[in-house]
C-alpha cells in the first residue's frame, strides 16, 4: 500500500504544482487518511516538494483500527505537549523549506489555526486548496471497493442475525445496541454511523434516533445501519412489518417506494448526471402523490466518509464515473403512520461489466417478522 499512498501524494503534487503552489496541508481527517494511510488524531499532512512528506501528530500514533495503518515511507515527526498544534509545526516546517506559497483546506481550517499558521510563517502565502483530495478520493480503486465490499457483507449479516430473534417488546434502542454490537462481532471496527431503527410512526424516518418505544404488532420496523472496515463506510436500510400480515396501504407504500428505488439503482450508470439518478427516483415517488415527503437527495457518495461527494440531488452537478461507490435511498415518511425507507450501496459499473455492484444483499422483499 505504500506505494498507492505515495501515488495519491504524487497526484496532489503535480496538482499543487500546476497551480503554482509547492506545498499543501491537509488538515481534514479523512484526507489525512486518504493519503497517509492513516489519521491519528489531530494529525496533519503535509504534502512538500519533491516529495517531502511528512505527518505532524500531537503524541505517538496508537496503531489502533480506527487510526489505520500509517505508510511506512512517510516521515513522522510527534510533538510533545498537549498544547503542541501540529497545523502550526507543519506550516512552520513549510516555510523552513523556502516554499512561497502553502496551499490549505480552508473548508476545514478554523479561523483561529489559519492566523497561527500566518503568524509563525509570515512570508508563507496561504492560498485554498478547495476539494481537490475530495474530488480525488471520487472514484476508488478496487482495493477501496473490496473494503466497502467486506463492510456490506459485515453489515448484511448483523441485519440478518437480528431478523431472526424476537421483536416485539422490545425498544427501538435496545434493537440498536444491539445490531452495533453485532456489527463489531462480525470484523467491523465499528458503525459507520449511529445505527437508526424506528418503529410504528417512527418508522421511515431518515436517520431517526432510537427512542423507548416498543415494537408493536402490525409495525413497519426501519432499520438502517453500515459498518466501517478499515475505514471504508457502508450503508443499508431496510423496512419490514412486525408479526403479522401487512396491511393495504402498507404493501402500497413499499411497493412504491421499492420501484423508486430500483429506478436509481438502474441509473447508476458511468456519464449519467447526478441529478437524472436522483430523478429517476423521485419522479416514481412524485407520480404516487409524496412529493412533499421527499428527503432533499436520493443518495450520495461513500468510501471514508459515509456521506461524501457525489451528491445524487436535484441541483447537483456533474455526471458519475466507473468505481464510484454510492447509496441510493428513497423513502417516504407518514407522519403518525410511518413508512419505508430502503437503502442500498452499490458501486457504478459499465453495462458491459454488468451494470451497477450491489454490495448490500439483504432482501428487498416486504418480510412479515
Known sequence: MSDVYAARRGLLRDRCA???????????????????????PSAVLLVGPDGEDM?????????????????????LSVLAGPGSDAAVAAGDMAGSLRVESLAVEEHHLTVARHRALRSVAPKLRLVDLGAAVEQQRLVKDEEEIACLRIAAEIADQA??????SILVGRTERHLALELERRLVDHGADGPAFPTSVGTGPNSGRSRHRPSDRRVEEGDFLSVCLGANYRGYRCEIGRTFVIGTSPADWQIELYDLVFAAQRAGREALLPGAAYREVDRAARSVLDSGGHAEALAPSTGHGVGLEIDEDPQLAPTAMGKLDACVPVTVEPGVHLPGRGGVRIDDTLVVR???????????ITTKELLAL
Open 18 to 40: 500546476a497551480a503554482g503552489n509547492a506545498a499543501a496541508l491537509i488538515t481534514r481527517p479523512a484526507n489525512v487518511r486518504y493519503l497517509a494511510g492513516a489519521s491519528p
Open 350 to 360: 459499465p453495462e458491459a461489466d454488468g451494470g451497477p455492484e450491489l454490495l448490500t
Open 55 to 75: 505527518l505532524f501528530t500531537v503524541g505517538p500514533p496508537t496503531g489502533e483500527a480506527d487510526e489505520g495503518r500509517l505508510d511506512e515511507r512517510l516521515r
Open 159 to 164: 441485519l440478518g442475525e437480528l431478523l431472526e
